[in-house]
Nanobody
Framework: QVQLVESGGGLVHPGDSLRLSCAAS????????MGWFRQAPGKEREFVAA????????HYGNSVKGRFTISRDNAKNTVFLQMNSLRPEDTAIYYC????????????????????WGQGVQVTVSS
């Protein structure tokens, strides 16, 4: 059974940092793009970041550029999202995802092109 499990969320103050992890099991994702999305209450799911299989190519949503960094450890089948300078508007459930096979070597930005999702992890930024 293919599974993505996120961890590392929590409640932090504005300006703090968090590091999310996404551990994959059931198959290797080392040759596939991996992505992070988030969804705040009452809002649509938003693209946060994506990384290609080698880690050499990354893309970020405009709202997180310069503050968040995506990385991966293929030996551990794990993807990370380092979040710095957190803001209240970063509050959301964060999801790790793998794209459909046809887009595995691309870096899709649309959630519709991802078909394997984790259960999500809550990140709350509040003073």
């Amino acid at each position: 059974q293919v599974q993505l499990v996120e961890s590392g969320g929590g409640l932090v103050h504005p300006g703090d940092s968090l590091r999310l992890s996404c551990a994959a099991s059931g198959r290797s994702f080392s040759s596939e793009t991996m992505g992070w999305f988030r969804q705040a209450p009452g809002k649509e799911r938003e693209f946060v970041a994506a990384i290609n299989w080698s880690g050499r190519d990354t893309h970020y949503g405009n709202s997180v550029k310069g503050r968040f960094t995506i990385s991966r450890d293929n030996a551990k089948n794990t993807v990370f999202l380092q979040m710095n300078s957190l803001r209240p508007e970063d509050t959301a459930i964060y999801y790790c995802a793998a794209p459909q096979k046809a887009f595995a070597v691309a870096i899709p930005l649309s959630s519709e092109l991802y078909d394997v999702w984790g259960q999500g992890v809550q990140v709350t930024v509040s003073s």
